[in-house]
């Protein structure tokens, strides 16, 4: 079964520190993945996709296909960044065209 | 990158009635999906719905609870049948954009639409 685990529900930084919030995932097939933010009161929308290796507000994601691993890291933590994160692999080359979410993680950014 | 409106945005209904949420998309889209968040949880898949044919239920969602039509490429509606307070939920419309490597793809949301069972 497709299954993705966001281990952490809560993590709590200073401002100026990283951030790494982790992901597993077991999925059969090669899944792209996708890490989506929801900010308070906004609407749940894309953070970034590893298909694309892009750098998106100073966020990175690493695929890790041995450790089935991508996880989301940012060296500096800003206050903005604080919101929840949703770890989701979707779509395979098998035609699996679903995307499934993690848990989250709310990333708490204090000043 | 698609533009999803839903409505409406929130309701307060009455146990066995039923609500229809609706899902505009601003242009063609491929792939549409209707998904669940329940209070303090992650998003939840319901079902995909299909242009032209029956929608394809996840395992616990059944089509006389939560009737879908997919009429176009760019419409949807979820309805959630005779309610009880266990709907009481947060429902969110997703299309898939663009393709492959393209810059815009992804899963864009609707704003959700958040119902509560009285």
């Known amino acids: 079964a497709q299954r993705v685990t966001q281990p952490e529900k809560l993590l709590s930084v200073f401002k100026g520190a990283p951030v790494e919030l982790k992901c597993n995932y077991s999925?059969?097939?090669?899944?792209?993945l996708f890490w989506y933010v929801q900010y308070s009161r906004q609407r749940l929308q894309l953070l970034l996709r590893?298909?694309s290796r892009e750098s998106i507000k100073g966020f990175t994601a690493d695929l890790n296909k041995g450790e089935t691993s991508f996880h989301l890291k940012k060296p500096f933590a800003q206050e903005e960044d604080s919101a929840m994160y949703y770890c989701a692999p979707g779509p395979t080359r098998s035609g699996y065209n679903k995307l499934i979410f993690g848990a989250g993680t709310r990333l708490a950014v204090h000043p | 990158s698609a533009v999803i409106s839903q409505k409406p945005s929130r309701d307060i209904c009455q146990r066995g009635t039923s609500l229809t949420i609706q899902c505009q998309v601003d242009?063609?889209?491929?792939?549409m999906f209707w998904y669940r968040q329940q209070p303090g949880q992650s998003l939840t898949l319901i079902a995909t719905a299909n242009q032209g044919s029956e929608a394809t239920y996840e395992s616990g969602f059944v089509i006389d609870k939560f009737p879908i039509s997919r009429p176009n490429l760019t419409f949807s509606t979820l309805t959630v049948s005779n309610m009880s307070p266990e709907d009481s939920s947060i429902y969110l419309c997703?299309?898939?954009?663009?393709?492959?490597?393209?810059?815009?793809?992804?899963?864009?949301f609707g704003s959700g639409t958040r119902l509560t069972v009285v």
């Open positions: 999925y059969s097939g090669s899944p792209e």
């Open positions: 590893h298909i």
């Open positions: 997703s299309a898939q954009a663009g393709t492959g490597a393209s810059p815009n793809y992804g899963y864009t």
């Open positions: 242009s063609q889209v491929t792939m």
